[in-house]
């Protein structure tokens, strides 16, 4: 009649494994829009898919720093929120890993000043 389905099956999406859902986010925001993309809308929704990860279920998102770095320069005021979100999240937990985003922080207040 009905084949079974076994709950431990690896290719459900349902049991996707962390290094998966982080290589999954990273592929997100290092994809680039082309003119469809004027509003940065892919990176807003892979950063809110990383900021509910790290804050909803716990999940451990510090791999992503990087990116979440790169992405920090774009010119959307949702973005940069998002990214501070997430520096001050992983600052607490990790203050050693936040040192490595200050010259990328003065360069956002740089050319927030030059506005």
């Known amino acids: 009649m009905f084949a079974p ?15 998966g859902k982080v290589a999954e986010l990273r592929q997100e925001l290092q994809a680039t829009g ?27 998102m510090i791999a992503l720093f990087p990116d979440v770095i790169q992405v920090m320069g774009l010119a ?12 001050v999240h992983y600052a607490r937990i990790k203050p050693e890993i936040a040192l490595k985003a200050l010259p990328h922080l003065v360069q956002v207040c740089h050319t927030l000043r030059a506005r």
Do not use: W
Request: aromatic share 8%.
């Open 76 to 87: 959307s005021l949702e973005i940069k929120k998002m990214c501070f979100l997430y520096l």
């Open 34 to 60: 082309g003119k469809k993309d004027k509003g940065h809308l892919g990176k807003k929704i892979a950063l809110k898919k990383i900021v509910a990860n790290m804050t909803m279920s716990n999940n451990d």
């Open 5 to 19: 389905i076994f709950l431990h099956d690896p290719y459900l999406p349902a049991h996707r494994t962390q290094q």
